[in-house]
C-alpha cells in the first residue's frame, strides 16, 4: 500500500484548521486596528493633554480582560516618563481610593462602560474633581458619560467564534494606549536619556550605556605633559595599566598619546631618554562621553584596538578598554 496513513491526513486536517483560526482572528484583528485610525478624533488630544499636566500620577484601572490591558498601559506610561499606576476597582472600594489625590488624573478601561466595579471610582472622582479619561466602545455609557475626555473604540468583530471572549477588542485598548503613551513621551520631550534612567537593568539599559557611564576617569586617567621623557611615561603606563599614556599640552589639550605598540614600532637603545612628543601619535582616534558603548565597541574593532582616550572639548576626560564594555555587558 501506498500513501500517507489516515492518522497522518488527519493531523494534517487539523493543522490547516489551527492555521486557518489563526488568520482569521488576526484578519479581525488587524480590521479592528484599521477602524481605531479611522475613529481618531478630538478627544483623544484632550485626553494627551489631560495626561501632560498632571503633576500628580495616572492612576489607570479596568476589570477582567480590560484590567490587563489598563496595567499594561499603567506600565507603558511609567516606563515613558509619565508617574502611573494601576489601581484594582475592586480593592479600591475597599480602601485603595486612599492612593488617588487630587493631583492624579484617572485613566478607566471598560468595553461596555458599564462595569459595576467602577462606578465607587467615578462616583470618586466627580466629589474631588479628579480629571477622568474612559475608554470605552459606547460612547453613551455610564462610563463614557461621567468622563473628562472619552475615548470611544470603534465596534469590532471580536475573534471569539461566539464573539464573546475579549480579543479584537482588547487589542484596540491596547494599541490606542500605546499610542496615546507615545504621543505624551514626544510632547513632552522625553529622550533616550531619560528611557536609560528608567531602564537601567537588562538589554534596554545596555544598549542605552555611554562611554562616559563606564570610561575610567580622574586619578585612574594616565596623563603626562609633552615635556615627559619616555621613561617617566612607561612608568605612568605601567602604573595605570591601560597600555597607553595620554600626552597633554600646557593648554590642557590631547596632544597625542603612547601606546604599547608605538613603543614596539619605535624600540632603539635610547628610547627611556627620548622626548614623549617624539614617540606619541598625533591626531589619535577618541570617543565623546555621549557616545553609546555600543558604538565604542564598533568602533575599537573597526580600528583593531583595545583602548581609546575619551575626550571633551578637546580634553581627555577618560579612557575606555574593551573589557570594560565586555564586563558591563555590552559586545
Known amino acids: 500500500m501506498s500513501g500517507l496513513p489516515a492518522t497522518d491526513n488527519k493531523s494534517e486536517a487539523v493543522a490547516d484548521r489551527d492555521l486557518a483560526a489563526v488568520r482569521r482572528v488576526i484578519d479581525l484583528e488587524i480590521a479592528g486596528l484599521k477602524a481605531l485610525i479611522d475613529s481618531i478624533d478630538g478627544p483623544v488630544t484632550d485626553a494627551i493633554s489631560i495626561l501632560a499636566g498632571v503633576t500628580g500620577r495616572v492612576v489607570v484601572s479596568g476589570m477582567g480582560k480590560s484590567g490587563h490591558i489598563a496595567r499594561k498601559l499603567a506600565a507603558t506610561l511609567a516606563s515613558t516618563g509619565t508617574p502611573a499606576l494601576f489601581v484594582h476597582p475592586a480593592e479600591a472600594s475597599h480602601g485603595d481610593l486612599g492612593m488617588i489625590t487630587a493631583a492624579d488624573a484617572v485613566f478607566a478601561l471598560s468595553n461596555s462602560g458599564e462595569t459595576t466595579e467602577l462606578a465607587d471610582l467615578v462616583d470618586y472622582c466627580k466629589r ?53 503613551a507615545v504621543a505624551l513621551l514626544e510632547r513632552k520631550g522625553f529622550s533616550s536619556d531619560d528611557f536609560h534612567a528608567l531602564h537601567p537593568g537588562g538589554k534596554l539599559g545596555r544598549r542605552l550605556l555611554k562611554v562616559g557611564d563606564i570610561m575610567h576617569s580622574g586619578p585612574e586617567l594616565p596623563i603626562i605633559g609633552t615635556e615627559t621623557v619616555m621613561s617617566e611615561a612607561l612608568i605612568e603606563m605601567t602604573r595605570k595599566g591601560f597600555g597607553c599614556v595620554g600626552v597633554v599640552g600646557e593648554d590642557g589639550l590631547l596632544a597625542g598619546i603612547v601606546t604599547d605598540g608605538d613603543l614596539r614600532r619605535r624600540m632603539s637603545a635610547d628610547l627611556t631618554t627620548r622626548a614623549v612628543v617624539d614617540i606619541m601619535t598625533s591626531g589619535a582616534k577618541t570617543l565623546h562621553p555621549d557616545t553609546l558603548a555600543s558604538e565604542a565597541v564598533h568602533f575599537m574593532n573597526e580600528n583593531k584596538i583595545t583602548n581609546v582616550f575619551v575626550v571633551a572639548d578637546r580634553r581627555a576626560v577618560g579612557v575606555l578598554h574593551i573589557h570594560d564594555c565586555l564586563r558591563a555587558g555590552v559586545a
Open 128 to 180: 474631588f474633581e479628579i480629571p477622568l479619561i474612559s475608554m470605552t466602545a459606547r460612547a453613551d455609557s455610564t462610563l463614557a458619560m461621567a468622563a473628562n475626555a472619552s475615548l470611544v473604540i470603534p465596534t469590532a468583530t471580536e475573534a471569539c467564534p461566539m464573539g464573546l471572549a475579549p480579543t479584537t477588542s482588547t487589542t484596540v485598548m491596547l494599541a490606542l494606549g500605546d499610542a496615546i
